[in-house]
C-alpha cells in the first residue's frame, strides 16, 4: 500500500487491546460442569475459612483497633439524635403492624447492639420500619402478638441460612422497577391505613379498598379534635422537613454565631418526630388535667413500662382472656399450636426474611457509596439475621435497615456502628422510665408521623424516567404498584416478581429470526439475533415447518440452507433437538443444512451430540458452506453465487449488520 507521496506503509500489528476487541467472547455456559476433587476441596475449604475467620465476621476487630475520643463523641451525638427518632417512630410502626405501641420500643434496642458487632457499615440503624411493619401487619395477628415474635426468630434463621449458603444472589432477580413499585404501592397503602387514626373514622377493613369505601360510609363520624391535631402534627413536620433542606442566610458572614444557629435549626428538624410527638402528648395531657376542651383525644393508651421479659420464641402458647360474667371473673383459655402460627404465617417465613434483606442490603449500599466506604453483602445479612434471632428472645416483631434513621445517623456525622449503643440505650431508659409518660400520646400525632415519612417513599419521579428509557421497566412498576393497592403488599411484591421475569424472559421465548432467500442459486440463509434455549426451541422448529410448508407449495428449488450461530453464545438439549428436527425435516424435502461460525461453546455443545444430531455440517465462513454446497453438484456457479448482481456473501454481510442494528 502507498500514501499520496508514494512512500510504502509497512503493516502494522494490532495493538494489544484492539486484539483483545477481536478475541472470541468465552462462552457462557460450555456445557461442561464438571469439577475436580482438588477444586472441590478447595471451595470447600475458602468457604469454611470465610465462616470462621473471626475479621470476616467479626467485623467489629478491624475498627475497634483505630478507635478514639474523637470518634467517641461523633458516636454518642449520633446515636443520641437517632433515639429522639427511634422512640416515636418505633411506636408508631408498631401500630401499622397492628401491634400495642411497646414492641416498637422492644424491637428498637436489640438490633443496634447486635450490629456493633456484625456490622460493616458505619451508618445504617437496625430496627422497625414502615413497610416491614406492613407486611408483618399481614403475617401477625393484633390479637396475639406471639405470630410476630416467632415470625422474627423464623426470619433471622432463613437470612443466616441465605449468608451461610451465600444465596444473596437471588435477590438480584428482583428488579429495581419492581422493588421501586412496592415501596411505592405500600406507601400508598401505610399512609392511607393512618386515616382512621388521624380523623377518628372507625374504618375495621385491612385493604385499600375497602378502606376507602368505609371512610365515605362514616365521614360523619369524624372526630374533629384528632383531625385538628393530627392536620396541626402533619403540617408541622412537613415544614420541619422542608426546612432541614435549606441553608438559611446563604449569604451571610459565617460567623461562629451563625453556624450554632444553623446548627440548634438542624437538630430541630432532625429531632422533630420526637418534637412534634413530644408537644403534642403536653398539650393532650394540659387539655385533660385542666379539663380545657370538654372533649376526649384518641389516644395510646397505657404502655407496659420495664425491660421486656426475656424468653424463647413462642412455639405454640396458651392465651388467656379475663371476662367478667355477672359479676364473676371468668378466665377463659386458647390453645394455639405451632402447627396453627405455621398455617396462619404460611409465605411470610420467605417474603418477611427476603424483604428485610432487600430494604437493609439497598440502604447500605447507597450509603456507602455516598460516604466512599465498602460493605460485605454476605456479612451484612448475616448481622440482619442474628439481629432478628436474638431480638426475637426480647419480644422484638421483626427488624432491618431504616432509610429515614439510617440518614438521620450519616448527617450527624456517625463514625462507626458504636453509635448503635447510645441508642439502645436512650430507648432502654424510656422503657424503664418513661413509659407511663407515654400514655397521653395521641394517636393522630403518630399518624401525623408515619404520613410525613412514608409519603415520600412514593417514587413519583421514577415513573417518568423508566416511560422515557424503558416501557417494559413502566409496565413492571405500574403493576406491582397496582397489584399492592388492590391485593396488598406481599401479593403485590410477588405479582410483580413473576410479571418481571416473564418480560426478561419473553425474549427468550420468541427469539428474532432472520432470514433471506436465493431463488437463482437455491439458497436460503437463517440468522438468530441472540442465544436460543428451551423456551425458544418451538418457535425455532415452527419457522423451519413454515419454510418446508411453504417449499411444498410454491415448488421453489431451494437445495441448501445455512445457519448461521454467530449471535448465539449458548444452546441447550432442547434446542439442539429442534436442530436435529429441522435437519430430518428439511432433508425430506431435498434440502441439505450447513452451519457457519459460533462461538467454540456453542459449536462444542454441537458436537458432543452428535448422537442427537448427526450430520452436524459446520464451516467457519460462508464461503466454505458456499464451497460445499458448490461440491455436492449443484447450480451454482463458479465461485460466489449471485442474485442479480449481487452476490450472496455481500447480501449476508447486509444481514448480518442489520441483525446487529436490531439487537442493539
Known amino acids: 500500500m502507498t500514501d499520496s507521496e508514494g512512500s510504502t506503509s509497512k503493516k502494522v500489528l494490532p495493538e494489544p487491546h484492539h486484539a483483545f476487541l477481536v478475541e472470541e467472547t468465552p462462552p457462557l455456559d460450555s456445557g461442561d460442569l464438571s469439577i475436580s ?84 457499615s458505619k451508618d445504617i440503624t437496625m430496627g422497625p420500619t414502615a413497610v416491614m411493619s406492613l407486611i408483618v401487619s399481614a403475617h401477625a395477628s393484633s390479637e396475639y402478638p406471639e405470630y410476630a415474635v416467632l ?26 422497577p419492581v422493588i421501586s413499585g412496592f415501596t411505592s404501592g405500600a406507601a400508598v397503602l401505610i399512609a392511607y391505613g393512618q386515616v382512621k387514626d388521624l380523623t377518628g373514622i372507625p374504618i375495621t377493613s385491612d385493604h385499600l379498598i375497602p378502606q376507602i369505601v368505609e371512610t365515605f360510609e362514616n365521614i360523619k363520624q369524624v372526630h374533629l379534635p384528632d383531625l385538628i391535631l393530627g392536620t396541626v402534627c402533619l403540617i408541622a413536620l412537613l415544614v420541619l422537613r422542608r426546612l432541614k433542606t435549606v441553608q438559611l442566610f446563604p449569604n ?133 439475621g442474628i439481629a432478628n434471632t436474638v431480638s426475637s428472645f426480647f419480644q422484638s416483631y421483626p427488624i432491618t435497615g431504616s432509610f429515614s434513621r439510617t440518614a438521620v445517623n450519616s448527617q450527624s456525622n456517625v463514625a462507626t456502628p458504636l453509635g448503635g449503643l447510645f441508642t439502645s440505650v436512650v430507648v432502654i431508659l424510656s422503657l424503664l422510665f418513661l413509659a407511663p409518660a407515654f400514655q397521653f400520646i395521641p394517636k393522630s400525632s403518630l399518624a401525623a408521623l408515619i404520613i410525613s415519612s412514608i409519603i415520600f417513599n412514593f417514587d413519583y419521579s421514577l415513573f417518568r424516567v423508566l416511560w422515557r428509557i424503558k416501557k417494559v421497566d413502566f409496565i413492571s412498576m405500574s403493576f406491582t404498584v397496582l397489584m399492592c393497592c388492590v391485593s396488598g403488599a406481599e401479593y403485590g411484591i410477588i405479582s410483580g416478581i413473576v410479571l418481571s421475569l416473564l418480560l426478561s424472559l419473553w425474549p427468550l421465548a420468541r427469539p428474532k429470526i432472520q432470514s433471506s432467500t436465493f431463488e437463482e442459486q437455491k439458497l436460503k440463509i437463517v440468522k438468530f439475533a441472540h442465544g436460543l434455549s428451551f423456551p425458544s426451541s418451538e418457535i425455532i422448529l415452527d419457522h423451519f415447518e413454515d419454510f418446508a410448508s411453504d417449499l411444498r407449495k410454491t415448488g421453489d428449488a431451494i437445495e441448501f440452507c445455512v445457519i448461521d450461530l454467530a449471535r448465539i453464545w449458548n444452546v441447550d438439549y432442547a434446542v439442539i433437538c429442534a436442530f436435529s428436527e429441522i435437519i430430518k425435516d428439511l432433508k425430506k424435502e431435498n434440502v441439505s443444512v450447513y452451519f457457519i461460525r459460533g462461538n467454540h461453546g456453542v459449536i462444542e455443545s454441537m458436537v458432543r451430540a452428535e448422537q442427537i444430531v448427526p450430520e452436524f455440517n459446520h464451516f467457519a465462513t460462508l464461503d466454505e458452506a458456499i464451497a460445499a454446497c458448490h461440491s455436492t453438484g449443484s447450480s451454482f456457479s463458479d465461485g460466489v453465487p449471485v442474485e442479480n448482481g449481487e452476490s450472496a456473501e455481500v447480501k449476508f454481510q447486509a444481514l448480518s449488520q442489520s441483525a446487529g442494528d436490531s439487537n442493539a
Open 252 to 384: 451571610a458572614e459565617s460567623t461562629k454565631a451563625l453556624v450554632t444557629f444553623r446548627y440548634v435549626v438542624w437538630l430541630t428538624c432532625t429531632a422533630s418526630n420526637a418534637i412534634v410527638v413530644i408537644l403534642a402528648s403536653v398539650f393532650v395531657y394540659t387539655s385533660i388535667r385542666l379539663d380545657l376542651f370538654g372533649f376526649e383525644f384518641n389516644k395510646v393508651g397505657e404502655v407496659q413500662s420495664g425491660f421486656p421479659q426475656i424468653t424463647l420464641p413462642p412455639f405454640g402458647f396458651v392465651h388467656t382472656e379475663e371476662n367478667i360474667i355477672n359479676g364473676t371473673k371468668v378466665y377463659n383459655e386458647t390453645t394455639v399450636s405451632l402447627v396453627k402460627m405455621a398455617s396462619d404465617i404460611q409465605i411470610g417465613f420467605i417474603i418477611v426474611p427476603l424483604l428485610g434483606i432487600l430494604e437493609s442490603i439497598a440502604i447500605a449500599k447507597s450509603f456507602s457509596r455516598k460516604n466512599g466506604y465498602r460493605i460485605d453483602p454476605t456479612q451484612e445479612i448475616f448481622a440482619i
Open 37 to 120: 476433587g482438588e477444586e472441590l476441596i478447595t471451595e470447600l475449604k475458602t468457604c469454611c475459612t470465610d465462616l470462621i475467620k473471626p475479621t470476616s465476621r467479626l467485623p467489629v476487630i478491624k475498627w475497634i483497633r483505630e478507635y478514639s475520643p474523637t470518634k467517641f463523641l461523633r458516636d454518642f451525638i449520633a446515636g443520641i439524635t437517632v433515639a429522639l427518632t427511634v422512640i416515636p417512630q418505633g411506636m408508631a410502626y408498631a401500630s401499622v403492624a397492628g401491634l400495642p405501641e411497646v414492641y416498637g420500643l422492644y424491637s428498637s434496642f436489640v438490633g443496634p447492639l447486635v450490629y456493633i458487632f456484625l456490622g460493616t
Open 151 to 176: 415470625l422474627t426468630f423464623t426470619c433471622g434463621l432463613v437470612q443466616i441460612l441465605i449468608a451461610v449458603l451465600q444465596l444473596g444472589f437471588l435477590l438480584n432477580f428482583v428488579s429495581h
